[in-house]
């Protein structure tokens, strides 16, 4: 068994209580006054991260291109599958009635 596993069976439940009382110094120094922790960490450029992003799913596109076109058929045959459940009702003879309005000519003095 590794170590945290040993620790964590040992301690059972109070395991998150220990954890809590470990992060209770970070979370009070967070709070405290003053600006962010990381205020000079440097920060990654925008347009490389653009392009890495870009370039993985190029990359993903070339090793199967039909990937993204099933996945989307699959979702959408999800969709089409699932039953709808439809309580309401409508007269046995509305539908006689609609076919005969559709066959009578349109009557002149109507706006």
Do not use: H
Not at 19 to 34: D, K, R, V
Not at 68 to 87: D, T
């Amino acid at each position: 068994m590794s170590a945290p596993a040993n620790v964590c069976y040992r301690f059972g439940m109070r395991w998150k209580a220990l954890s809590a009382l470990a992060l209770a110094p970070l979370i009070l120094c967070a709070s405290c006054g003053g600006g962010p922790l990381l205020q000079n960490v440097p920060r990654p450029n925008a347009a490389v991260m653009a392009g890495i992003a870009a370039g993985a799913a190029a990359a993903v596109t070339v090793a199967n291109p039909g990937a993204a076109a099933r996945l989307q058929e699959q979702k959408n045959a999800k969709i089409g599958e699932q039953p709808v459940e439809n309580e309401e009702t409508i007269p046995l003879d509305l539908l006689d009635r609609m076919d005969a309005a559709d066959q009578q000519p349109p009557d002149e003095n109507q706006p």
